[in-house]
T-cell receptor, first 117, second 113 residues
Framework: DTEVTQTPKHLVMGMTNKKSLKCEQH?????MYWYKQKAKKPPELMFV???????INESVPSRFSPECPNSSLLNLHLHALQPEDSALYLC????????????????FGPGTRLTVL | AQSVTQLDSQVPVFEEAPVELRCNYS??????LFWYVQYPNQGLQLLLK??????LVKGINGFEAEFNKSQTSFHLRKPSVHISDTAEYFC???????????FGQGTRLTINP
């Protein structure tokens, strides 16, 4: 299984809502990533989890809260978002094994299209 | 600072014509290089990668790329494109010891019949 799955595919939420995005992989990867992608732009890294611990937070506002319950699952909890947070949210995973040449080859999910009203 | 430059934001070509999408990176250390493709409303799919070894790398869908260390380039080529190749293409670099991928700004490839 070389797939990263993301749910839901689409999400519309108001600025006072709380919602969560979910990401799952069964490739035995030990690093997982959240990216935000605006139209016609490259993905922007938000968070990196390595061996289920948060290793990188790219100064993301606290209204985005990541969680890694186990090595296969990654969640992104959303609360009090702004309309400018509307974007495609991509999850990715990689081997994450130190010393392996391909450790940073990232496998991407299809994304969740988020609209904040 | 490490950076990736995709020299063309848009490349229009006719169907069955050859195409080259250009990518240059800045680095003084070992790098791993990737090309990803993103079709409309989808995630990113890996086209090909250079980790080590032969500098000419073949990928999926008939694409290939050549790693040129002296010119710090990793240009993507296809000898004959199809309508289905219409997509956004991203060059990305991973620096040895780093967890991050650094992406270029993307090149929009449009195939005209």
């Amino acid at each position: 299984d070389t797939e990263v799955t993301q749910t839901p595919k689409h999400l519309v939420m108001g600025m006072t809502n709380k919602k969560s995005l979910k990401c799952e992989q069964h490739m035995g990867h030990r690093a997982m990533y959240w990216y935000k992608q605006k139209a016609k732009k490259p993905p922007e890294l938000m968070f990196v989890y390595s061996y289920e611990k948060l290793s990188i937070n790219e100064s993301v506002p606290s209204r985005f809260s990541p969680e890694c319950p186990n090595s296969s699952l990654l969640n992104l909890h959303l609360h009090a978002l702004q309309p400018e947070d509307s974007a495609l949210y991509l999850c990715a995973s990689s081997q994450g094994l130190a010393g392996a040449p391909g450790r940073n080859e990232q496998f991407f999910g299809p994304g969740t299209r988020l609209t904040v009203l | 600072a490490q950076s990736v430059t995709q020299l063309d934001s848009q490349v229009p070509v006719f169907e069955e014509a050859p195409v080259e999408l250009r990518c240059n990176y800045s680095s003084s250390v070992s790098v791993y290089l990737f090309w990803y493709v993103q079709y409309p409303n989808q995630g990113l799919q890996l086209l090909l990668k250079y980790l080590s070894g032969s500098t000419l790398v073949k990928g999926i869908n008939g694409f290939e790329a050549e790693f040129n260390k002296s010119q710090t380039s990793f240009h993507l080529r296809k000898p004959s494109v199809h309508i289905s190749d219409t997509a956004e293409y991203f060059c990305a670099v991973s620096y040895q010891g780093a967890q991050k991928l650094v992406f270029g700004q993307g090149t929009r490839l449009t195939i005209n019949p």
